[in-house]
């Protein structure tokens, strides 16, 4: 029988990178996608991923990709299913996030916010959605919320805007692919180890004149495990998401942040 498989969209670094990794541990061939300015990263986490995984590892290959090009995502599907020879899991993990108060986010700050967390999410869903339909054998989509899409969080309208609509889409689409043994689900992490966060920190540094640094503290003593998270706890949840033990689960956003929001 194939392995069955999977793309992770933002597999260049942070989270996608782990969630891949792991995900490639759990026996699945993967294809890791990202933008071209991430070939060097991609390459390199390819490498690893096929030192790591030995002789016997199923296959893992890369490829570029905008996820808020509709041709291009549905090009990279293609691809990965010519290669694998079928799609069992899509992770739409790829996001970005701006920090800024409403009355100063431009427009040009909202639409590609919408565009990438958003628009990229559903044409990753639409392109998976397709080839597992025409398979008939089901799958898994699984989507990059956050903390933030149950909970906004202050000076990030757009990134909580688009964060919420994620969860609002994963729930419609688990609705219209049931019929398919298609499930839809999202991960919601809380503040993590990764660049973007870096990023936030900075740009909250700026605006209060705090430490570098000190944003990143100030909400580690907000999360009740006391640490802040590292991609692989994400990824778990990932993990489980697209396993077996979760087929009887769709529609669901799946908050992992250590313990700061409580639903």
């Known amino acids: 029988m194939t392995a069955r498989s999977a793309v ?17 541990a759990d ?6 996608l990202d933008l071209p300015r991430s070939a060097d990263a991609l390459r390199g986490v390819e490498h690893g991923l096929r030192t790591a995984g030995g002789a016997g590892a199923q296959p893992v290959r890369s ?6 090009d509709e041709d291009d995502v549905e090009r990279a599907v293609r ?6 020879g079928g799609l069992d899991v899509v992770v739409a993990n790829a996001g970005i996030a701006v920090t800024a108060p409403l009355l100063e986010t ?19 869903y639409r392109a ?12 898994r989509l699984i989507g990059a919320a956050s903390v933030a899409a149950h909970r906004a969080g202050r000076w990030q309208s757009a990134y909580s805007a688009s964060k919420f609509a994620v969860r609002g889409l994963t729930q419609a689409v688990a609705l219209e692919l049931a019929e398919h043994g298609i499930t839809a689900n999202c991960y919601s992490p809380g503040v993590v180890e990764t660049p973007m966060w870096d990023s936030i920190d900075a740009d909250l540094s700026q605006r209060t004149g705090a430490a570098r640094g000190a944003p990143m503290a100030a909400m580690t003593g907000q999360i009740a495990l006391g640490r802040l998270q590292s991609p692989d706890d994400a990824a778990g949840v990932v993990s489980f998401l697209a396993s077996p033990d979760a087929a009887y689960m769709t529609g669901q ?4 942040d250590g313990g700061m929001w409580f639903s």
């Open 8 to 24: 992770v969209t933002g597999a260049a670094g942070g989270i996608g990178r782990a969630v891949a990794a792991r995900l490639h």
């Open 27 to 32: 026996g699945l061939a993967v294809t890791l």
């Open 63 to 68: 490829d570029h990709v905008d996820v808020t």
């Open 79 to 84: 691809d990965h299913v010519t290669v694998l």
């Open 106 to 124: 431009t427009t040009a700050q909202w639409d590609t916010t919408m565009a990438v967390n958003v628009r990229g999410v559903a044409n990753c």
């Open 128 to 139: 998976g959605a397709r080839q597992m339909v025409a398979q008939g054998r089901g799958g």
């Open 253 to 256: 956003s799946v908050v992992v």
